[in-house]
């Protein structure tokens, strides 16, 4: 076997996404509140210098047991790879990553928040969550994401107030929401570091099917904005893979992001049960993971943008995703 993860094991185990085990061998798991993963039972599995979150099921084709003190996983009796389970600090690995709002009032068809009923925290209740973070000494980053409980604007002004009161702890600050007129340069100004303003897909037919009420070209011109206020590589996108979209269309996408200065991050999508009969979706293959991950990194080189050069959010985690950076070669 494998002693440690590679590349195309990385690609394997996210084309699976979830494993079977024994849940008393993990010290925390958490259940994600935001995106498409929402809902579900997830650890951080590292092995080497790769790290990779996967989803908990009986019915998985692979499993994870303890050996020695360490985690192997096997598929067909066949040992993969070894590592260990990895302690969040919250939602992952030195990071306070927080989703103020765990419900939406946008209804994205791969999404299953907008069917929870998800949780709208206090700021106060956030701002203890962090302070409870950074008093455990791991806290490298703060990352806020939030839902939208009424108004986009509303969770806007939410998120300035907790990146306001959270400066005091001088690590990078990063955010995720919805954009609003304005939201770019008062984040800025409020103290964020780094931005990330999902395209979702960017296939235009899809994106208009699967993300009504949000229009691609709207997101796309504040990520134009994003670049110009925050500079080069302090902004990215999260770009789903799965959704009936084209190798084509992707490449395309990623071009496009490029362009602009944006870092894509190529996200695995994930059928939900509160969305069957909705949408289709098809995870994408280790294979088809390797091509794009490697277009993108081909890419990327082309350009002075740069995925190691962030440091809050998804792109260094990298729990969810194949990196073109920390797991290509």
């Known amino acids: 076997m494998r002693e440690l993860m590679d590349a195309k094991t990385k690609a394997r185990l996210l084309e699976i996404g979830k494993v079977r085990i024994d849940t008393a061998l993990l010290k925390n798991f958490t259940v994600p509140t935001a995106g498409p993963g929402a809902g579900n039972f997830a650890f951080f599995f590292r092995s080497g210098n790769q790290r990779v979150r996967l989803g908990i099921s009986e019915n998985s084709p692979l499993i994870a047991a303890e050996e020695n003190g360490e985690i192997i996983i096997c598929e067909n009796d066949r040992k993969i790879v070894r590592g260990r389970i990895e302690e969040e600090l919250i939602h992952c690995p030195d990071q306070a990553y927080v989703n103020l709002t765990e419900k939406c009032t946008f209804d994205c068809k791969f999404c299953p928040v907008p069917k929870l009923s998800g949780k709208v925290k206090s700021i106060e209740e956030v701002l203890h969550m962090i302070e409870k973070a950074n008093s455990t000494g791991k806290m490298k980053a703060i990352s806020i ?134 949408i289709f979706i098809e995870r994408p293959s280790a294979e088809r993971l390797l091509r794009l991950t490697k277009f993108l990194q081909k890419e990327l080189d082309k350009t002075d943008l740069d995925v190691g050069a962030f440091k809050t959010m998804c792109l260094p985690c990298t729990g969810c995703d194949l990196s073109p950076y920390y797991d290509l070669e």
């Open 145 to 278: 994401t939030s839902g939208v409980d009424t108004t986009a604007e509303k969770e806007v002004e939410r998120a300035i107030s907790v990146i306001r009161e959270t400066k005091k702890y001088g690590v990078p600050i990063g955010v995720g929401i919805y954009p609003t007129k304005g939201s770019t340069r008062r984040l800025k100004e409020a103290g964020a570091d780094e931005i990330k303003y999902n395209v979702e897909t960017m296939d235009r037919d899809l994106h208009e099917k699967l993300c009504p009420g949000q229009p691609l070209e709207e997101i796309l011109e504040a990520l134009r904005e994003s670049v110009e206020i925050f500079g080069k590589n302090h902004v990215c996108s999260n770009f789903i893979i799965g959704l009936g979209e084209s190798d084509e269309s992707v490449e395309k996408g990623i071009k496009e992001l490029i362009e602009i200065g944006v870092i894509p991050i190529l996200r695995p999508a994930s059928m939900h049960p509160l969305r069957e009969g909705e």
